[in-house]
């Protein structure tokens, strides 16, 4: 399974933010066990650095990400995934990127705590606790 990581997940684990670090840390745990191939938008990191270096600082949000990049892919966003995004009608811009990205680049499903920004049902959109259920429940 090919899962695209949206910014949230990925926030969550960085800052642990409670309630919800557990189990995005255990779906990018997954990832790096090769138990699904984890994705990440290029535009992504971007977002991340910014969000993160202001709790955390430059340097430990530089480790971070590096450690990040050794064990998720990039999805490329291009100009097909920004002509995607431009016509989609969501409300957020940023999440009809992640949307189009997930599409251009072949993947099965998003995973994010904010499944309502994503009104659609291909790819899946699925919360970090459903792709776990999932993933045991196929285990």
Do not use: W
Not at 17 to 35: N, T
Not at 72 to 90: H, K, P
């Amino acid at each position: 399974m090919k899962i695209l990581l949206d910014t949230n997940v990925i926030v969550d684990v960085a800052l642990e933010r409670e309630p919800f670090s557990a189990d995005s840390d255990r779906v990018l745990s997954f990832v790096e066990q090769g138990q699904v191939e984890g994705y990440i938008s290029g535009s992504t990191f971007s977002d991340l650095f910014y969000i993160i270096r202001r709790s955390k600082g430059r340097d430990s949000t530089l480790v971070f990400l590096r450690q990040l990049a050794t064990f998720c892919q990039v999805a490329t966003v291009d100009r097909a995934v920004i002509s995607m995004a431009l016509n989609a009608n969501f409300k957020d811009f940023e999440d009809a990127i992640q949307y189009s990205t997930a599409v251009i680049n072949q993947l099965d499903a998003i995973i994010t705590r904010n499944q309502k920004d994503f009104p659609v049902t291909t790819p899946q959109i699925l919360t970090p606790a459903q792709l776990i259920q999932e993933l045991t429940n196929s285990a």
